[in-house]
């Protein structure tokens, strides 16, 4: 048999019940998505929306169709748009979108601050539409983990270690990586961040971020970064990130009393209560695809958004906003989403 193309499927693959996703940006993320969607049973890439020449016949090279954006906002066949944008150029796609009624999913980071999350969400619930955003990484922690109460690991301590090497020319590189406004920012933005979010979904919402040492490889992209964050649920959690070692680490460690984890390399160990919490590493890709299958299981009635939920970022916005502007958390009132 021939190899299937990436996104593409056959004529009885039963596209009538699936949903159809946009993938706005071919890119590395846009890339990554296409594949994702190509394993999910629930949805395909419909469309791909790319205005580079270059990125736009990569996509045409793969079996992609590439349109317009106003031409997928315009088809109801079109149920989603996954923004695989960087960070500064989604606000205007993502109106454009919600009033076409089209439901979002958001490559990460999602938004550059809280006010900028909250105005995604507040847009979104105003058009009836669903969002949720690419933090695949949370489908990698056991059950057990997923709806935890951050009040479980009150006055725990935590580090999280992540290094992945990059060299300064790739972030200084002419386009949006090297400037902060569209990029946010460097190794800490795009990937220190999955982790970030994990101790967020863990823990719960910052109350004070405080960063401590930073080295940039262009202004406003960062390239090694140090901090602490105190959450509201009483637990502390030390921070380093890196793309200045050669090595590759991805380690988020929670101590408390009578309970302790450790995520690494996405493999996941712990205790609590004295039972124990295993989960196996599983591939990125694997995991991005179980993000799919929820998104459009949800849009198309079958399920409810749950851990790819947006909602579920204003912790990890707050806490990225915080170690990289130095942006102390906004108030919030008891019961606000993590």
């Known amino acids: 048999m021939g190899e299937r193309k990436a996104g593409v499927s056959g004529p009885d693959s039963g596209r009538s019940e699936a949903t159809g996703i946009a993938v706005v940006g071919y890119g590395n993320a846009g890339r990554q998505h296409v594949d994702a969607l190509a394993g999910a049973a629930g949805a395909y890439a419909a469309a791909v929306v790319e205005t580079d020449p270059t990125a736009a016949s990569r996509a045409r090279g793969a079996g992609l169709t590439v349109r317009a954006l106003d031409e997928v906002l315009a088809d109801d066949a079109v149920r989603a748009l996954a923004l695989c944008l960087p960070p500064g150029a989604r606000t205007d796609v993502a109106r454009a979108a919600v009033a ?10 999602p938004a550059r601050t809280a006010e900028e999350l909250a105005g995604l969400l507040s847009l979104a619930d105003d058009g009836e539409v669903l ?13 057990p983990l997923r709806a935890i109460e951050p009040e479980r690991f009150a006055g725990a301590v935590a580090s999280l270690t992540v290094s992945r090497a990059r060299s300064d020319a790739h972030y200084r590189q002419a386009g949006w990586r090297s400037d902060p406004r569209h990029a946010l920012g460097g190794v800490t933005a795009h ?30 992209i960062d390239t090694q970064l140090c901090g602490h964050i105190a959450f509201e649920s009483g637990a502390q959690l030390s921070v380093a990130i890196t793309s200045r070692s050669v090595a590759r ?68 916005v707050e806490a990225l906003d915080g170690l990289l502007s130095g942006h102390a958390p906004a108030a919030r009132t008891a019961g606000a989403a993590r």
């Open 100 to 109: 076409a009624g089209k439901h979002l999913l958001l490559e990460k980071p």
């Open 131 to 143: 969002a949720a955003v690419m933090f695949q990484h949370r489908f990698a922690l056991p059950e």
């Open 249 to 316: 680490a991805e380690q988020l460690t929670v101590l408390g009393a009578d309970a302790w984890l450790e995520v690494r390399s996405g493999a996941v160990t712990g205790e609590i209560d004295g039972r124990p919490i295993e989960g196996r590493t599983r591939p990125a890709s694997v995991l991005r695809t179980e993000v799919y299958q929820e998104f459009s299981g949800a849009v198309a009635g079958r399920t409810t958004l749950g851990l790819a939920a947006l909602s579920r970022s204003r912790g990890v």
């Open 191 to 220: 990937l220190g961040v999955h982790y970030l979010d994990l101790a967020c979904q863990l823990l719960g919402t910052p109350r004070a971020v405080t960063p401590l040492s930073r080295t940039d490889a262009a202004p406003g």
